[in-house]
């Protein structure tokens, strides 16, 4: 088994994957105050509720959009596991052709995604990751990395609404039953649920139109889940899609 572990802006996901099954994955909070320490305590905490000892990771990786706290994530593994993990980045192999203006650009996690994607799913792929940002990855017939979208998330537009309307509330994501709200509340939700959901939805039409064929269509992230059932089209969703990605990763360069 091999520790994954994605940071995201908002939280970090820590995984026990092999090429069996997906062992456990839990999110913990990103913050940057804390100190390796205090993250390995997280972290041994996880693998210890799962029953699992730090002597049966064999490995670990790590992918990245916080590059201030790698070094922090790096260092706490370390003292859990007694190695340092690999940091997905320039210069790893991944088998995947980015054909964009600048590839180094690309954030890890969107590849990563795509990695995983293309072995699970026939190309093209549309991937929809929805976290403190949604991004949306398009993957061609051919199995090269074209390009995608990048959306303010879900609870970055609530937050957004609420902070510079002074008579909107701060309000939690309940899915509203109507998309015709009564009330100020269920009109917020109804507007960021059903309004998200109808982007992606005509995202994803625009995007169809420029491949000229049907895309595989597959979801992950921590705000996947109540979305994604709010959309039209059929969409996959796979809570460890990442989590997958991160080992094809390790396979491809442990030893290297």
Do not use: W
């Amino acid at each position: 088994m091999i520790l994954a572990i994605d940071m995201g802006n908002t939280n970090i996901v820590v995984g026990g994957i092999d090429n069996d099954r997906t062992y456990f994955v839990e999110r913990v909070t990103t913050n940057s105050g804390k100190t390796d320490l205090e993250y390995a305590v997280n972290i041994k905490s996880i693998l210890e509720i799962h029953g699992i000892s730090a002597s049966s990771i064999e490995g670990a990786i790590l992918s990245s959009v916080v590059p201030p706290l790698n070094s922090t994530i790096l260092s706490a593994v370390e003292k859990i596991c007694g190695f340092r993990p690999m940091l997905v980045g320039s210069g790893m192999k991944t088998g995947l052709n980015i054909i964009m203006d600048n590839p180094k650009t690309v954030g890890s996690d969107m590849i990563v995604d795509a990695v995983a994607a293309i072995k699970e799913y026939p190309c093209p792929i549309i991937i929809i990751d929805m976290g403190t940002a949604t991004t949306m990855s398009v993957v061609d017939a051919s199995g090269n990395y074209i390009g995608g979208v990048i959306l303010p998330g879900l609870r970055v537009s609530l937050d957004s609404l609420s902070t510079k309307a002074a008579q909107l509330p701060f309000i939690s994501l309940d899915t509203p039953g109507n998309v015709i709200g009564k009330n100020t509340i269920d009109c917020m939700r109804s507007g960021i649920l059903y309004g998200n959901a109808a982007m992606i939805d005509g995202i994803i039409d625009r995007m169809e139109q420029e491949l000229g064929t049907p895309p595989s269509l597959v979801s992950t992230g921590g705000l996947a889940k109540l979305l994604v059932p709010l959309c039209r089209h059929t969409i996959a969703y796979e809570d460890d899609l990442l989590l997958k990605g991160l080992l094809v990763l390790y396979n491809k360069n442990k030893g290297c």
